[in-house]
């Protein structure tokens, strides 16, 4: 299903059941203007979002160090269009094998030139990928909530475009000023203004995705005032988790197993 002009899939009706799992589907909205998590929130998925270079893997570095796993929606897009993989052959079938490089992989390059000028295409493009991104970020979420991380940060760039943000809260956005943002882009990718812009409007607009965020970052200064804008972000994010958090994490879930069996035991001992 198509969500706006982005063209982008919403989260398969089976992925939207699985999240349910962990993070209480809409009930999940703690953190919000100040109150903590509650309402069936059921471990804490944090929303990283943005526009296009306006510093949200710079920010989720400075989660890693501070020992918060991230999911990098970028990677698991990356892997999605691996070549051979499932992701890749439904692309190549559909924009054919002038987009692919001497050793066949997807030249991104020029993938991204075509889907970032013509909106129907890149539609196409966030169709086919969509699946795969999902059920990728999916996976990546079950291996640390097994792994017992109660607290894991989302960057997707796309987090509202393809309506994923009723899944994470709180919601972080790195938000710059435009003029910065176009500066940042075209620095850090080489690019031309003409690639940079068609990027930057490939997106919903950075103010939008403001408006709509639990906490803003604003990047637009140093290096040393987003660390120290981060720093408090940080504390935010980190805040103890509410009860009904922690007895849905894995600990709080074998906790709980723990509890029936000795109560059954017990309950065994008491009536034999
Ligand atoms: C078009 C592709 C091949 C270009 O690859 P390239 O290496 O040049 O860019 P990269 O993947 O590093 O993306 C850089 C940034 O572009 C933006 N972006 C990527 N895809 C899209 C998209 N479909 N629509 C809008 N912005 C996008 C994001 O801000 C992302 O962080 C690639 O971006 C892609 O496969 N995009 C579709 C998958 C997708 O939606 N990725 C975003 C994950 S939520
Ligand atoms: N406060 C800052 N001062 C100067 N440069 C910065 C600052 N924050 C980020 N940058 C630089 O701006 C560029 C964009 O940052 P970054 O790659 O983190 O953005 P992004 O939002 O992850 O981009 P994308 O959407 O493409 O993944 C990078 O070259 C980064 O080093």
Redesign the pocket.
Known sequence: MLVGSFGIQKVSVTQQFCLSIFVGGEGNRGLVKGKDLKQGAKMRLVGLT???????????SMFKHSHIPVVDA?IVARDALKKNSGGYKKVVAAFGPDILQDDGQVDRLKLGRIVFSDASKRQLLNRLLAPYISSGIFLEILKLWLKGHKVIILDI?LLFEAKMDKWTRPIVV?WVDPETQLR??M??DNSTEEDARNRINAQMSLDLKKSQADIVID?T???Q??QERFSEVLSQVKRPLTWTEFWLSRDGALTALLGVIIGVLAGKNFFW
């Open positions: 943005g526009g296009i270079a306006s510093g949200k893997s710079t920010v989720s970028d760039p790195v940042r882009l620095e850090r990047n200064g140093s290096r005032d987003l």
